[in-house]
């Protein structure tokens, strides 16, 4: 059967189903079998993540069909699976929680207009290709983020885990501690399934695979029975509290009845105060969930060599979350753990997805009725073992070798998430990179520098055994000169100047230098008048042609264009030795750094003059 054209040009999927030949029933068999194991997951962790958003289950089920569906013939991955995830659960109950009460009509009809407006962003994102955007997230607000939300998430499900009533707080610093001082109001029935669950889990997770590959099963099919420990809990919770009926002789919580059959159509609030109120948190849920899911897409990809295009994924993840709006589901995208259990069973094609959903629809239509006598402590338990995954120690001790300022903005959206909010907390983090950046780059490393003996290269003086000219401060900024830091070379230059009395030419070696603002002009200009009034004379070398074009533009004078600027710092230092009597060596104890060698100069301008004598710039065209 031919598809129309339209169709195969919007969707990856129905262009290769259009192209037969190319689908093999090899690839039927892996999406077949990866589409029913991600489908066992994704029906107890819908509803358990539902339960963590304050909706109830049945809405993290509606969220696995159409969303799936849709993603699956519009986007490029062919392992990411989507659905409702932990991160973006938190953020809906933290956010729509503050206008309405979870689990209510309101809270609900808010739910979906959440879905239509992050799907309406990540597609007019997709439209205008701004993918880019999601990089003002740096991974280090990204990971206190996710390390702070993942513990936030999980002591929001141990009043599930223990059935004690907990006193939830805006502030989850707050809930936290009220969670601490109820563990005495524990149920004991639900206690014990709870922390039973929790083993059952840990158990598939961590010690299943090495046990059943002793047994001679392949690493691929026992990683892959593994995965199907979320539905040994379910089931065994079910059984028993259902065998028992130990959700009237001991109060412990259950689902309960789930509507059968599958969502209609729904009507997302569309007032504006509504809109005005979650345009905020659709933002923050575009950006993370985005971010999430692309970092994942990317990463299954490139071990296919397959390629995934990021403006599609925005497009496809919007067009999902419009469905979840309209079909009963709440904000949706890519979840970590399902696509990586996804590649691993197999899957070659968006078809596996589309199986997922199918067999998603199947259990809404036919099998809730089997959903009723699951322990809600059963899915906070799904929840809590999913979580502590993303609790991540060695990054911020990684970062504090590395980067300190890193790490303190790691820390800054990690405590500001636990005292302030998810919302404020991640903001907060965005505030504080921005802050720490502008912080780093008004302090640009500026480095004196000299030739390595018998070589055309320059290189620090507090690293190497350089050669350098008496009466001559050759100084190498590596930094584009901004209104950031042009203030700060200034202060360096003339301090350095004020310090050695015999300076007579300052050389600045701008190989560092990719672009200057009109401050930067100005600071470099001043800095020559300032430079000139005390008998010192600047001179420039290694001028890229973007930068010797803008000193044209701004208005520098020919003159200095054609005595002071030099193609390189080797030509401007045997100029400048004309001043002296003979080269000295500095800094004889320093030993050559390892590993370091110079590379060739690559001429970025014209000059005209003799080897001895000044070079004459021209700009490139």
């Known amino acids: 059967m031919k598809l129309p054209t339209w169709l195969t040009t919007i969707s990856p999927l129905a262009s290769r189903l259009a192209k037969g030949k190319k689908y093999r029933r090899a690839d039927f068999t892996g ?4 589409g029913l194991i991600v489908a066992i997951m994704l029906v107890p962790q819908a509803m358990a993540y539902a339960m963590l958003a304050g909706l109830p289950p049945q809405v993290g089920l509606y969220a696995s ?46 739910c979906f207009t959440l879905a239509l407006l992050a799907g309406a962003i990540q597609i007019l994102m997709a439209v205008f290709r701004l993918g880019f955007l999601v990089n003002f997230i740096s991974h280090p607000v990204l990971a206190g983020f996710t390390s702070a939300a993942a513990i936030v998430i999980g002591f929001s499900q141990v009043r599930h885990l ?56 392949s690493t691929t099919s026992a990683s892959t029975i593994s995965k199907v420990g979320p539905l040994v809990a379910v089931v065994l919770g079910a059984l028993v509290v259902g065998s028992l009926g130990m ?13 059968a059959g599958l969502p209609g159509l729904t009507m997302p609030n569309l007032s504006w105060v509504a809109i005005t109120s979650l345009l905020p948190l659709a933002l923050v849920i575009t950006m993370v969930g985005y971010l999430e899911s692309i970092s994942v897409a990317k990463a299954l990809a490139s071990r296919r060599r397959e390629k995934v295009d990021a403006n ?43 199986i997922t959903a199918l067999l998603v629809a199947v259990s809404v239509l036919f099998l809730t009725p089997l959903f009723f006598y699951i322990p809600k402590a059963v899915l906070a338990a799904i929840i809590v073992v999913a979580v502590t995954t993303l609790i991540d120690v060695k990054t911020p001790i990684r970062l504090w070798k590395y980067s300190r300022s890193d790490a303190i903005a790691l820390l800054i959206t990690f405590a500001g998430v636990l005292l302030a909010g998810i919302e404020t907390g991640i903001i907060i983090g965005i505030a504080a990179t921005a802050v720490l950046y502008m912080w780093r780059a008004s302090r640009p490393h500026i480095a004196e520098v000299g030739r390595l003996p ?7 003086i507090a690293r190497h055994n350089v050669e350098t ?25 003339l301090a350095a100047v004020a310090d050695r009395p015999d300076v007579h030419s300052v050389l600045l070696v701008a ?110 065209s």
């Not at 149920?187 to 158990?203: D, E, H, K, P, R």
């Not at 069973?345 to 596996?352: K, Y």
């Open 312 to 354: 599609r994924e925005l497009f496809a993840l919007g067009m999902a979350d419009v469905g979840a709006a309209f079909t009963g589901g709440y904000p949706v995208t890519g979840g970590f753990s399902r696509s990586v259990v996804n590649f691993s069973a197999g899957v070659r094609t968006p078809l596996g997805s589309v």
């Open 31 to 34: 999406d077949l079998i990866a």
């Open 469 to 493: 000219v008496p009466g001559v401060l050759a100084v190498r900024v590596d930094e584009s000169l901004t209104f950031a830091n042009a203030p700060c070379l200034e202060s360096w230059l």
């Open 511 to 620: 190989t560092g230098i990719n672009q200057m603002d009109a401050t930067g002009i100005e600071v470099l200009e001043t800095v020559r008048e300032e430079l000139q009034g005390g008998g010192v004379e600047l001179y420039l070398s290694d001028v890229k042609g973007p930068v010797s074009d803008m000193l044209v533009r701004y208005g520098f004078d020919e003159p200095f264009l054609a005595n002071h600027v030099f193609l390189s710092a080797d030509l401007a230092l045997r100029q400048l030795e004309n001043h002296s009597s003979e080269s000295v060596v500095t800094d004889e104890s320093a030993a050559p750094a390892p590993g370091i060698a110079g590379a060739s100069q690559t001429p970025l301008a014209t000059v005209s003059s003799s080897s001895s004598g000044p070079a004459e710039l021209h700009t490139e």
């Open 454 to 460: 018998g070589t055309e290269h320059f290189r620090n």
């Open 162 to 217: 223990t059935g004690a009533e907990v006193t939830a707080s805006e502030y989850p610093v707050v809930t936290i501690w009220n969670t601490f001082t109820s563990l005495m109001e524990s149920n004991l029935a639900t206690l014990i399934i709870g922390v039973s669950s929790v083993v059952v889990l840990v158990f598939f997770a961590r010690a299943l695979t090495p046990l059943l590959k002793k047994t001679g099963l």
């Open 65 to 110: 069909i159409v969303p799936l569906l849709l993603y699956s013939f519009l986007g490029s991955s062919n392992s990411l699976a989507v659905g409702p995830v932990a991160m973006i659960s938190l953020l809906v109950v933290a956010g729509v929680g503050q206008l309405a009460t979870p689990g209510s009509a309101e809270f609900i009809s808010l």
């Open 247 to 259: 959700h009237r002789e001991a109060n412990v919580a259950i689902v309960g009845e789930i509507p």
